[in-house]
């Protein structure tokens, strides 16, 4: 529901404030005073383009806030556009002259079209105005479902359609499967077959490029090894032969001398002798096991070779094509059941189907026989509304399979005699479009989710008993939303629950707007001048008082 409306610098307001409640609010006032200035206000905040001209003479700019209650619809819309969602919705417009118009949500810029989408769900305005949902075709059916209590039947109708929606698509894909097939089980065989044989594993590039370089670097190493080991052991001046000469002459020097020095030489002598026939057992080792064989060097190459291929073939390391070759073996289980799974979807989709139409054309029956009751029922309320001769018609038009159903409908109706039925939103006055409005919501009252619906021209060319009609069927539409209705019917103001008075003033050659909130006295003085002009008598005043305590009485 509205629950602020801050105007600043817009048409005659030059600072304006009001608060809303719930139930019936009222706005009255003498003719001119800017009334529908409220109503054209709020109608800014809902996406309608504002012309420069309504900017107050002498300012630079106008703007327009409005705080909502969010319901679910908003607060989904919000979230789908990575808006901020609260309980409360701050709605801000802002019009300089000559520039582009700037729209916020919770001080988040917004296009118009955007704002329209948002705000759609959230209030009506009843008149000349783009986004009453009543004129959106689309809301037709919806409407007429809520009335009809087919809750129930659409969701299920909706669990089918969506099931059916899957299996079809699915069953697309096995055939497209299935015609591509033959020309894909045989590349899935060739790459399974190739990568088997070549019996991959885990870090071989790694381990035969390593033995490619000792295979290289043989004949060389076996000849450094050649060249150490004479130095090392074998020839007459070998690191050994000199050492252990070293040694027996220290042995000669400790039986002179048999220092603990002398004894720990010996030691080192003997230990370094010991240590040169280990380095030489290894290194004799290492040379019996070099390897330059031409013959394993031209496998390991043709090996290395043979996964390069394979690497720039399937574009992948060797880790990933052992894993492409467990992936291509599904795919080829997958496929060779394909011929099996087609069947099973062909027989599901079948089954869906049949349940899909005979679910749609329940839906289409019922709906077609609560239209009946519907369109008699908006007829009886035109009625009291003083459209004796109005007529009303939901049409039906066949579509294909669509979440909502087969059917489309949009209502049609005709206000005078003679003429034949139109769609709704090519009604022509503000009038009659509010009293239909009024008669609709009246119908729709408990299924219609728009919480805040505001009338601008709902007493146009009526009065006497048709406009205290009008007053008895906002009250009771009331009850279930947020109603504003702007009227200069004092059979209509005396249903309020809230009611707000429009006053123009002019000082020093300046005109301003201001509402205020009227209490019980003030508002029987403003009820006696709707009924006697100007000029207020005890006779008017009494009058007043008469008809508000007979609602009260009534009430």
Do not use: W
Not at 334 to 360: C, F, H, P, W, Y
Not at 484 to 494: A, G, N, Y
């Amino acid at each position: 529901m509205l629950k602020f409306l801050r105007v600043k610098n817009f048409a005659l307001m030059d600072e304006l404030a009001l608060s809303f409640d719930r139930g019936l609010t009222i706005i009255t006032g003498e003719t001119g005073a800017g009334k529908s200035m409220i109503v054209e206000a709020v109608a800014a905040l809902t996406g309608e383009r504002i012309e420069d001209v309504s900017i107050r003479t002498g300012r630079d700019y106008a703007e327009i806030t409005g705080v909502f209650v969010t319901n679910q619809e908003t607060v989904d819309v919000l979230k789908k556009y990575g808006l901020e969602q609260d309980a409360e919705m701050i709605v801000r417009r802002r019009i300089e002259r000559g520039k582009r118009q700037f729209a916020y949500i919770n001080d988040q810029l917004v296009s118009l079209a955007r704002l329209k989408e948002i705000t759609q769900g959230l209030i009506d305005l009843v008149g000349q105005y783009e986004n009453q949902s009543l004129f959106h075709t689309t809301n037709h059916l919806k409407l007429l479902d809520r009335f009809a209590g087919l809750d129930s039947l659409i969701g299920e109708y909706r669990n089918v359609f969506d099931d059916y929606n899957s299996c079809r698509s699915r069953l697309i894909e096995l055939q497209n499967i299935q015609k591509e097939k033959a020309a894909r089980l045989e590349i899935l065989r060739y790459d399974i077959d190739e990568i088997e044989k070549a019996n991959l594993r885990l870090n071989e590039e790694q381990r035969l490029s390593e033995e490619k370089n000792l295979l290289q670097t043989g004949e060389k190493r076996a000849s450094l090894i050649d060249a150490i080991l004479p130095t090392l052991y074998d020839a007459d001046s070998s690191a050994y032969e000199n050492l252990a000469s070293t040694l027996r002459m220290v042995e000669e020097l400790y039986k002179l001398d048999s220092n603990a020095n002398i004894l720990n030489l010996k030691a080192i002598l003997e230990s370094s002798i010991s240590s040169i026939e280990e380095v030489y057992r290894q290194l004799i080792s290492y040379r019996e096991r070099i390897d330059f064989s031409r013959e394993r060097f031209e496998e390991v190459m043709e090996r290395l070779d043979f996964i390069s291929r394979l690497k720039k073939k399937y574009k992948k390391e060797i880790s990933e094509i052992v894993d492409y070759l467990e992936v291509a073996r599904q795919e080829l289980e997958k496929l060779a059941k394909a011929d099996i799974e087609i069947e099973e979807v062909q027989s599901l989709l079948q089954g869906l189907l049949k349940r899909l139409n005979d679910l749609a054309h329940e839906l289409s029956k019922k709906r077609k026989n609560k239209a009946r009751i519907m369109e008699k029922e908006v007829i009886r309320v035109l009625k009291n509304l003083g459209m004796e001769r109005a007529q009303f018609q939901i049409r039906f038009s066949h579509k294909d399979f669509t979440e909502t159903g087969i059917d489309d409908a949009e209502f049609f109706i005709s206000t005078n005699p003679g003429e034949e039925l139109k769609p709704l939103n090519r009604v022509g006055s503000g009038g009659e479009i509010s009293r239909i409005t009024l008669g609709l919501k009246t119908i729709l009252s408990d299924v219609d989710h728009i919480p805040t619906i505001i009338f601008d021209e709902v007493d146009t060319g009526i009065g006497g008993r048709i406009a205290e009609a009008v007053g008895e069927l906002l009250h009771a539409v009331s009850r279930g939303h947020q109603i504003i209705c702007i009227t200069h019917l004092p059979q209509i103001s005396i249903f309020a629950d809230n009611h707000i008075m429009v006053k123009k003033d002019i000082k020093q050659d300046t005109t301003l707007v201001s509402v205020v909130k009227l209490d019980s006295k003030m508002r029987k003085m403003e009820i006696a001048r709707m009924l006697g002009g100007k000029e207020i008598t005890r006779t008017t005043l009494e009058h007043a008082e008469e008809i508000l305590k007979k609602r009260q009485k009534d009430e």
